[in-house]
């Protein structure tokens, strides 16, 4: 079955404590991307990647780090989160870029005490 | 870079009703403009989309229609069903060579039998 999965889908930590949320695609997309999801601001891309190395800065970059070491695998690394990073992430990926059908993650609803 | 206005925020109708939602945009050479529903609790899915050289997409009750020249684009959906409310988001492909997606802040939709 095509699909994206994320872990770990529910997250309570604290202030400061390293974290990262994995994301991964079986459907061979080169495109991946990060959103978070807050109440009236919608859904604000934090990063993307084009394909393996390939990583960009989306709108909300700040605080959070990427890596695409493979194809399939698209993590998100919160060094040091702090409570204005409560929010819901989803994860998507696309046949070649941000052109195409952007496939979501189950989403991971973090809280940052 | 692009920027999305979505509205309303919030849309009531009754079922049967026609609902529609406008987006504007702020980037001219923006070509992709995709719309996605997430109903609660759920992931968003893509329900339809349109690229800049075409004025007019249709898919049964849904339809999307785009005004390149004054910049904005509405999703119009028909016949109204219960299983239509959710929060719709519209999108826009920065273009550039960036790759983003921005999208808007969303309008929850509720149908009312």
């Known amino acids: 079955e095509a699909q994206v999965t994320q872990n770990p889908r529910y997250l309570i930590t604290v202030t400061g404590k390293k974290l990262t949320v994995t994301c991964s695609q079986n459907m061979n997309h080169e495109y991946m991307s990060w959103y978070r999801q807050d109440p009236g601001l919608g859904l604000r891309q934090i990063y993307y990647?084009?394909?393996?190395?390939?990583?960009d800065k989306g709108d909300v970059p700040e605080g959070y780090k990427v890596s695409r070491k493979e194809k399939r695998n698209f993590p998100l690394i919160l060094e040091s989160p702090s409570p204005n990073q409560t929010s819901l992430y989803f994860c998507a990926s696309s046949f070649r870029d941000s052109y195409n059908e952007q496939f979501f993650g189950p989403g991971t609803r973090l809280t940052v005490l | 870079g692009e920027n999305v206005e979505q509205h309303p925020s919030t849309l009531s109708v009754q079922e049967g009703d026609s609902a529609v939602i406008k987006c504007t945009y702020s980037?001219?050479?923006?070509?992709?403009f995709p719309w996605y529903k997430q109903e609660l609790g759920k992931r968003p899915q893509l329900i339809i989309d349109?690229?800049?050289?075409?004025g007019e997409k249709k898919d049964q009750r849904i339809a999307v229609t785009l005004n390149k020249t004054a910049k904005h684009f509405s999703l119009h959906i028909t016949e109204t069903q219960p299983e239509d409310s959710a929060v719709y988001f519209c999108?826009?492909?920065?273009?550039?060579?960036?790759?983003?997606?921005?999208f808007g802040a969303g309008t929850r939709l509720a149908v009312h039998p």
């Open positions: 990647s084009m394909n393996v190395e390939v990583t």
């Open positions: 980037d001219s050479a923006s070509n992709y």
């Open positions: 999108a826009a492909a920065d273009s550039g060579g960036y790759n983003k997606l921005i």
């Open positions: 349109i690229r800049s050289n075409v």
